[in-house]
């Protein structure tokens, strides 16, 4: 198999903020999308900065996707640690992030924070990812349904997060058993917070990626979302038997295309002199610019010349016409400020086929119009083994240990000699 992605990626600024600290970023074997937290801008450098970690995991050639996630995992928070040593306003930043990326024979989730990821699956909505936040804790002990949770005065208050904290905790990493034919959805609490699940999971249905995607936005504005609010809607499909790349042999690879990127990591973000310079001594082979050959998050290191007071709740690298945009009051149609990005749409000739193939393929699937809901649990249930690892268990390339394969096989191997001894004895 070569499972992959085909994504739709959209963003807003919601209807009361004029700066995004959500970062999203998609490309065909690899799903991202952080929630920064912060004073001043601190939540765009997180999200930025940790999405830009997480893009390298899809140049890596390596195949273990769990540890390739909590290596960035911890790498982002080295990062972020740095700087934030280094720049006393970026003090306690921090990010959700959920990353969801194919070896191609298997989908990996990785996990922190309140962002979610959720399946659809069989007209059925499952929620992947339990939120690291206080009120699932109260949910969990019985003390509070998930309706209340969602207008819980403590409802953002995080458990974890990839912060500033050098020794805080790694990502969860999810065995998910997501397959060809399910749709998966990454978004940001700017969503989930404001939407029933019930609502979230009909509006996916809707067949062409693309619209479900601005659908999911826009109902999200209609219930009058505060907060950011970022989508990544993505089909998994098995490349080695999809009617596109079997019928059309001039189409490019697919797995070629450039991730697409949006919010604070496609706006950019402006560091000091010195959370630039501790950023660069930590990452001192990752470009953090523009004009790097691989598109990912761009952070711009403006240097000594730009005071960092100077750059609270702003965002560079636009034009200056995009400046001005963002900046608007929110009674700017907030449809002309959504962001949206078709990995297609530009370069790839795959574009047309590619959005006309999705719409024929997620109608023959999806026939009941409303969803069903399941929550994480169902979800594991659903999916026999499926479920968090411990991230203790999972080998990171950095400290290398037994790889969990060997250890699978070993265990087989007793296991059939025991069998045998049993059968012939
Ligand atoms: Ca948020």
Not at 123 to 140: F, N
């Amino acid at each position: 198999m070569a499972v992959s992605f085909r994504y739709a990626v959209h963003t807003d600024l919601g209807t009361v903020r004029t700066n995004n600290e959500d970062s999203a970023l998609a490309s065909p074997r690899l799903l991202v999308l952080a929630d920064g937290m912060g004073g001043h801008a601190a939540g765009e450098v997180a999200s930025a900065v940790a999405l830009r970690v997480f893009a390298e995991v899809d140049q890596s050639s390596g195949t273990e996707l769990a540890s390739e996630f909590l290596r960035a995992g911890r790498l982002a928070r080295r990062a972020l640690f740095a700087m934030s040593d280094a720049d006393p306003l970026l003090e306690s930043m921090g990010t959700t992030l959920v990353a969801v990326g194919s070896d191609g024979d298997r989908v990996s989730v990785g996990h922190i924070g309140d962002s979610r990821v959720y399946a659809l699956r069989d007209s059925a909505l499952y929620q992947v990812t339990t939120d690291h936040t206080h009120v699932q804790r109260l949910i969990d002990s019985g003390e509070l349904t998930p309706e209340r949770a969602r207008t819980h005065p403590y409802r953002s208050m995080l458990l974890k997060s990839l912060d500033d904290q050098p020794a805080g905790p790694d990502l969860d990493i999810i065995d998910a058993q997501i397959e060809p034919g399910d749709r998966v959805l990454l978004c940001s609490d700017g969503l989930s917070d404001y939407l029933d699940p019930e609502v979230i999971g009909a509006t996916l249905m809707t067949p062409d990626r693309e619209e479900a995607a601005a659908e999911l936005i826009q109902a999200a504005l209609a219930v009058g979302t505060r907060d950011n609010v970022t989508v990544v809607v993505a089909d998994v499909v098995d490349e080695d038997s999809d009617p596109a790349s079997a019928t059309d042999a001039s189409a490019q690879p697919v797995l070629a295309a450039a991730p697409v990127v949006v919010g604070a990591a496609e706006d950019g973000v402006s560091l000091s002199a010195e959370a630039a310079a501790a950023l660069r001594g930590c990452l001192p082979e990752m470009p953090f610019d523009s004009t790097a050959p691989m598109a990912g998050a761009r952070v711009s290191t403006l240097g000594a010349s730009t005071p960092a007071n100077e750059n609270q709740g702003q965002t560079s690298q636009r034009g200056a016409s995009e400046q001005t945009e963002e900046a608007a009051p929110s009674s700017t149609p907030s449809a002309d400020r959504a962001q949206s990005a078709d990995p297609t749409s530009s370069a790839d000739p795959t574009s047309s086929t590619d959005r006309a193939q999705s719409a024929d393929r997620a109608g023959s699937e999806v026939s009941s119009s409303t969803a069903g809901w399941l929550t994480a649990a169902g979800w594991s249930a659903a999916n026999g083994e499926a479920g968090a690892t411990d991230p203790d268990t999972v080998p990171v390339p950095d400290a290398p240990s037994k790889p969990l394969p060997a250890v699978l096989a070993a265990a087989a191997v007793v296991l059939l000699a025991v069998l045998l001894f049993l059968v012939l004895g």
